[in-house]
């Protein structure tokens, strides 16, 4: 059963589907350090829900090495789907829901 962590719905139809994963992003890497599986069941969620945005969403702690979340977008032509690797601060919880709302907003205007 495919089931992600969050769908984003306008009048009943899924206009976004997000997925938290619990490990580091790496801002060095071409990739960032997201997986083939991850992506791949992104898109197996963006077929079944028939939705062309998705979000993959990591933890974010503020380093000196770091100053800002890395939010990258990646386009997938032959799906005719996009998905914003974005990562959320968890330092202080009661900022998430707003994090979160930037987010999915951003997401859903991609198209």
Known sequence: MLKPDIVV???GVPVCIGDTKWKRLAG????????QADLYQ???YAGRYACAQI????PYQRTDEESAPINRLLGYEEQNVTAL???VTLVDLNTVPGQLSALFSCATELR
Request: glycine share 10%; charged share 20%; proline share 0%.
């Open 85 to 87: 690797i974005a990562q």
């Open 42 to 44: 992104m898109l197996a």
């Open 28 to 35: 060095a890497e071409r990739k960032l350090g997201v997986s």
């Open 9 to 11: 719905s306008r009048g």
């Open 55 to 58: 979000v993959l969403l990591y």
